[in-house]
């Protein structure tokens, strides 16, 4: 799918990977909306020229009202980029007790449960678009999602089940001219990384094989920008970490 005539929702387009996705995609031609629950969206997207909805990923109507906003703005969806997602952490079995169930379903609730809601109405609009390629959904997983750490249980459930999923929603998708690929990212420099100490951002930098750095959120980018523009990639979850292999 060619970028410069597409029209995209990123959600977690405030921040982050979806800021950064959202911002090369622009370069690149796109339209686009950007979908966030914060109200610092609201600039983000002035700044690179995108419309902005008020969304929570994990709610129905939200969602919903945010996929008709994007629709009448843009004229329709070729590509849902989902990058809203939290990471919360705690142990199964912490000093405090047990892991509180309502923090465990928080996570999935948001980045499984909060993408798939995404991603089928985004998928309704594309399968209107009436053509060879109708859309391309791209999913955020994580190195999480196959060697999660400690503390990680319910993250790395979350993204277990996004890689889990591709599959699946490829086949499911087919007779639509949909593909979807999932993007499994290492450590990235972002507002979610960038809120921890320097000596822990750099301990985490050491542990990645090469280059010893955060990655970049505009290589994250890149790697979405590629997966719209090959026709062939489907059903796929893509690793972007430097080969770390999380201890
Ligand atoms: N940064 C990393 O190193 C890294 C690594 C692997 C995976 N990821 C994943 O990439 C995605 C983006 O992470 P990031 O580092 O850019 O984080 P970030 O915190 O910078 O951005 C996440 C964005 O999601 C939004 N969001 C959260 N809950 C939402 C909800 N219910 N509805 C709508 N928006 C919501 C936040 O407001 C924020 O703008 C996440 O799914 C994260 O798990 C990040």
């Known amino acids: 799918m ?3 005539n597409a029209r995209a929702i990123v959600t ?18 796109a339209q686009v909306t950007v979908l966030d629950r ?3 969206g609201q600039a983000a997207a002035n700044a690179i020229g995108a419309h902005f909805a008020r969304t929570d990923v994990t709610d129905e109507a939200s969602v919903a ?9 843009m004229g329709g969806i070729d590509i849902c980029v989902n990058c809203a997602g939290v990471a919360t952490a705690g142990k199964t079995l912490g000093r405090e007790g047990p892991l509180a169930l309502d923090s465990f379903r928080r996570v ?4 499984l449960i909060g993408s798939f809601n995404v991603l089928r109405l985004a998928a309704a609009e594309m399968a209107k678009n009436g053509r ?3 859309g391309v959904i791209v999913n955020t997983a994580s190195v999480a999602a196959f060697d999660g750490q400690a503390g990680q249980a319910a993250y790395a459930a979350s993204k277990a089940a996004i890689a889990g999923m591709n599959l699946p929603i490829a086949r499911d998708l087919a007779r639509n001219n949909i593909r979807i690929c999932a993007i499994a990212p290492g450590i990235f420099g972002t507002p979610m ?9 750099d301990s985490l930098a050491a542990e990645v094989t090469n280059p010893k750095r955060l990655g970049d959120p505009a290589e994250y980018a890149r790697l979405a920008a590629f997966i719209v523009e090959n026709g062939y990639m489907n059903g796929e979850t893509i690793r972007i970490d ?3 292999r999380m201890r």
Not at 65 to 73: D, F, G, K
Not at 108 to 111: A, G, H, S, T
């Open 12 to 29: 977690g387009g405030a921040s982050g990977l979806g800021a950064a996705t959202a911002e090369l995609f622009r370069q690149r031609g």
């Open 65 to 73: 009202a945010a996929i008709a906003l994007a629709v009448e703005r």
């Open 193 to 201: 990384l960038r809120g921890l100490p320097q000596e822990v951002q």
């Open 38 to 40: 914060d109200e610092a």
């Open 132 to 134: 060879e390629e109708n």
């Open 2 to 4: 060619d970028l410069s």
């Open 242 to 244: 430097g080969a770390l």
């Open 108 to 111: 999935i609730e948001i980045n």
